[in-house]
Nanobody, 124 residues
């Protein structure tokens, strides 16, 4: 069984910073691409940033230059450093990961896992 646990959300004023963390645990064989998504009230969930197992990152245009996505493979943890936050960044942020599990005998197929979400609120 795999769990993704996010932390670091909260309330911040416009122009401020927050750092989100997402730690994966369980019967993990390998973690491929990981991503941060967000969903604002009344809007669809959107991809904020992703990072491959090799560390290659991609960002949504709306966060380029403000957000930095990093990964610690030894800890199965990713971080999203968010700077220059604006009220438009207010949303629930979700961690996602493509993970292959190990059942003690063999590697299972990769599947997508989600965290429970962490609220980020930016006040004007």
């Amino acid at each position: 069984q795999v769990q993704l646990v996010e932390s670091g959300g909260g309330l911040v004023q416009a122009g401020g910073s927050l750092r989100l963390s997402c730690a994966a645990s369980g019967n993990i064989f390998s973690i491929n691409t990981m991503g941060w998504y967000r969903q604002a009230p009344g809007k669809q969930r959107e991809l904020v940033a992703s990072i491959t197992s090799a560390g290659t990152t991609t960002y949504a245009d709306s966060v380029k230059g403000r957000f930095t996505f990093s990964r610690d493979n030894a800890k199965n943890t990713v971080y999203l450093q968010m700077n220059s936050l604006s009220p438009e960044d207010t949303a629930v942020y979700y961690c996602n990961a493509d993970i292959s599990t190990w059942n003690g005998l063999r590697r299972g197929p990769a599947r997508s896992y989600w965290g429970q979400g962490t609220q980020v609120t930016v006040s004007s």
